[in-house]
């Protein structure tokens, strides 16, 4: 059965309660937290409402909404605005002795009313959506959050955002992250992943590069609250609890896979794989290391490198010894600038998947 909007503006509203979350980490989740720091992450809250201003499509058969034409979908803090938005619902499994709660759907223009749920045995019952598709100058955004691309699709069992297309772009108040074939965020995991010309840009000045980065986030400490006096608090505003369930996370790791490119206003570190740790400034890198500080260049075969305070230490090994050009009186080194960029010859291997073994 197909249901078709006629109006120009369509709005509908799915109940979109997504399974159980699977458990992201070895240590549990705390649960002290009623509001937690999600994020991009449409797997909690509420209903999603889907609008679109060129009309929209309940194929109740294939179990979608197809909306069209400045489409929005809303769940919490979280919004997505595409060309069209596919919304992939399915039955919700109703606890035993819980009321069914029909999908409820409406097309409007005016006040015309249009696509109420038959009532047939599979259209009775709450419904959830499992998957959302985005297509089309895609938008993804929290009140501290953005995410861009062509196309986009969301997995509400993982909490998995996966983008693809041109010009793909993560932004936090910390941190930029770009890459050239496509992005994966995992809500939930705290992990995200680019791939092809992957880099992050930090809002400290510093940048890693490399053809595969996966970073780990960690949710932003809620500043200090006040002790509640015995009078009755102010009631918060929906604004401000908006953007405290939409808390951002800050990246507590970076690795790099494949020519790894390390920046600061005065180096550059050049490698086959490494780690960085911002809050700390440290880096542990790996395979043809190459420093560069001016006209000054050091070479190794790994390397531990402090960016805050400058120093590294070089690592050899039996078949490889550390080399390093000093270039006296190097007025760029002194001036804090950064050097020329050398070709890159070494042969980077193979770059692996968010699960692979760390360096």
Same mark, same amino acid.
Do not use: C
């Given at each position: 059965?197909?249901?078709?909007?006629?109006?120009? +503006? /369509?709005?509908?509203?799915?109940?979109?309660?997504?399974?159980? %979350?699977? =458990? *992201? @980490?070895?240590?549990? #989740?705390? &649960?002290?937290?009623?509001?937690?720091?999600?994020?991009?992450?449409?797997?909690?809250?509420?209903?999603?409402?889907?609008?679109?201003?060129?009309?929209?499509?309940?194929?109740?058969?294939?179990?979608?909404?197809?909306?069209?034409g400045d489409a929005r979908a809303v769940?919490?803090?979280?919004?997505?605005?595409?060309?069209?938005?596919?919304?992939?619902?399915?039955?919700?499994?109703?606890?035993?002795?819980?009321?069914?709660?029909?999908? +409820? /759907?409406?097309?409007?223009?005016?006040?015309?009313?249009?696509? %109420?749920? =038959? *009532? @047939?045995?599979?259209? #009775?019952? &709450?419904?959830?959506?499992?998957?959302?598709?985005a297509i089309g100058h895609v938008h993804?955004?929290?009140?501290?959050?953005?995410?861009?691309?062509?196309?986009?699709?969301?997995?509400?069992?993982?909490?998995?955002?996966?983008?693809?297309?041109?010009?793909?772009?993560?932004?936090?108040p910390q941190d930029v992250i770009t890459?050239?074939?496509?992005?994966?965020?995992?809500?939930?995991?705290?992990?995200?992943?680019?791939?092809?010309?992957?880099?992050?840009?930090?809002?400290?000045?510093?940048?890693?590069?490399?053809?595969?980065?996966? @970073?780990?986030?960690?949710?932003?400490?809620?500043?200090?609250?006040?002790?509640?006096?015995?009078?009755?608090?102010?009631?918060?505003?929906?604004?401000?609890?908006?953007?405290?369930?939409?808390?951002?996370?800050?990246?507590?790791?970076?690795?790099?896979?494949?020519?790894?490119?390390?920046?600061?206003?005065?180096?550059?570190?050049?490698?086959?794989?490494?780690?960085?740790?911002?809050?700390?400034?440290?880096?542990?890198?790996?395979?043809?290391?190459?420093?560069?500080?001016?006209?000054?260049?050091?070479?190794?075969?790994?390397?531990?490198?402090?960016?805050?305070?400058?120093?590294?230490?070089?690592?050899?090994?039996?078949?490889?010894?550390?080399?390093?050009?000093?270039?006296?009186?190097?007025?760029?080194?002194?001036?804090?600038?950064?050097?020329?960029?050398?070709?890159?010859?070494?042969?980077?291997?193979?770059?692996?998947?968010?699960?692979?073994?760390?360096?």
């Amino acid at each position: 059965m197909i249901v078709k909007s006629i109006g120009l +503006a /369509a709005t509908l509203l799915l109940v979109a309660g997504a399974a159980p %979350a699977q =458990a *992201p @980490a070895p240590t549990p #989740t705390p &649960s002290q937290d009623s509001t937690p720091s999600q994020g991009i992450d449409l797997s909690h809250g509420g209903p999603i409402t889907v609008t679109a201003r060129d009309g929209m499509d309940w194929l109740q058969n294939e179990q979608e909404v197809v909306a069209r034409g400045d489409a929005r979908a809303v769940r919490g803090t979280v919004t997505v605005t595409a060309d069209t938005l596919i919304a992939h619902y399915r039955k919700k499994k109703t606890p035993a002795g819980t009321a069914a709660t029909p999908v +409820a /759907a409406e097309a409007s223009s005016g006040s015309a009313q249009v696509g %109420a749920p =038959a *009532p @047939a045995a599979d259209d #009775t019952g &709450s419904n959830e959506i499992y998957r959302l598709e985005a297509i089309g100058h895609v938008h993804i955004f929290t009140p501290s959050d953005n995410a861009w691309g062509d196309k986009a699709v969301y997995d509400m069992d993982q909490a998995v955002l996966v983008l693809t297309g041109k010009h793909l772009k993560l932004t936090t108040p910390q941190d930029v992250i770009t890459a050239r074939d496509d992005m994966e965020y995992w809500s939930q995991k705290h992990l995200s992943v680019a791939r092809g010309n992957a880099v992050v840009v930090t809002n400290d000045g510093k940048r890693i590069a490399a053809d595969t980065l996966v @970073a780990y986030d960690e949710p932003t400490p809620p500043s200090a609250q006040p002790a509640q006096s015995p009078a009755p608090a102010a009631k918060s505003s929906p604004q401000s609890e908006d953007e405290a369930a939409a808390a951002t996370h800050r990246i507590k790791r970076v690795e790099g896979y494949g020519n790894l490119d390390i920046r600061t206003a005065t180096e550059t570190i050049y490698a086959d794989r490494g780690v960085y740790l911002p809050d700390r400034g440290l880096a542990r890198v790996v395979g043809h290391v190459r420093i560069t500080r001016g006209q000054n260049q050091v070479n190794g075969v790994a390397a531990d490198v402090n960016l805050n305070t400058g120093i590294s230490t070089l690592l050899s090994s039996k078949d490889a010894r550390v080399q390093g050009l000093i270039m006296p009186n190097d007025a760029s080194a002194a001036a804090g600038q950064p050097s020329n960029n050398p070709t890159r010859t070494s042969k980077p291997g193979p770059a692996p998947s968010a699960g692979q073994k760390k360096p």
